[in-house]
């Protein structure tokens, strides 16, 4: 069992900056892959970003170059840094953790998530 809580979520204007953590319980985090989602309202779950255990990361292609995805291992915590945020970055956004290798962009391989922390961008 995996307890995963999100925070660092807020209200900040267009250009500015937020770090997300999601702190996770269980022995297996250092060998999960572990995963950030985005969900705004009316819309599709959308993928952001993740990490696995060595480190490698992918981004979804609108988040390049903006968000950092970063894990340590020993607290346990992985992070968003996002950076130059947009209004259309306003959602809640999702913690997740996976025991599958080769999970990614895809939901439905991850095992465990987050309540969600609120992200806010205004104009």
């Known amino acids: 069992q995996v307890q995963l809580v999100e925070s660092g979520g807020g209200l900040v204007q267009a250009g500015g900056s937020l770090r997300l953590s999601c702190a996770a319980s269980g022995r297996t985090f250092s060998r999960n892959v572990m995963g950030w989602f985005r969900q705004a309202p009316e819309k599709e779950r959308e993928f952001v970003a993740r990490?696995?255990?060595?480190?490698?990361?992918v981004y979804a292609d609108s988040m390049k170059g903006r968000f950092t995805i970063s894990r340590d291992n020993a607290k346990n915590t992985v992070y968003l840094q996002m950076n130059s945020l947009k209004p259309e970055d306003t959602a809640v956004y999702y913690c997740a953790s996976s025991s599958k290798y080769g999970a990614s962009d895809d939901g439905a391989l991850y095992d465990y998530w987050g309540q969600g922390t609120q992200v806010t961008v205004s104009s």
């Open positions: 990490i696995n255990w060595s480190g490698t990361t």
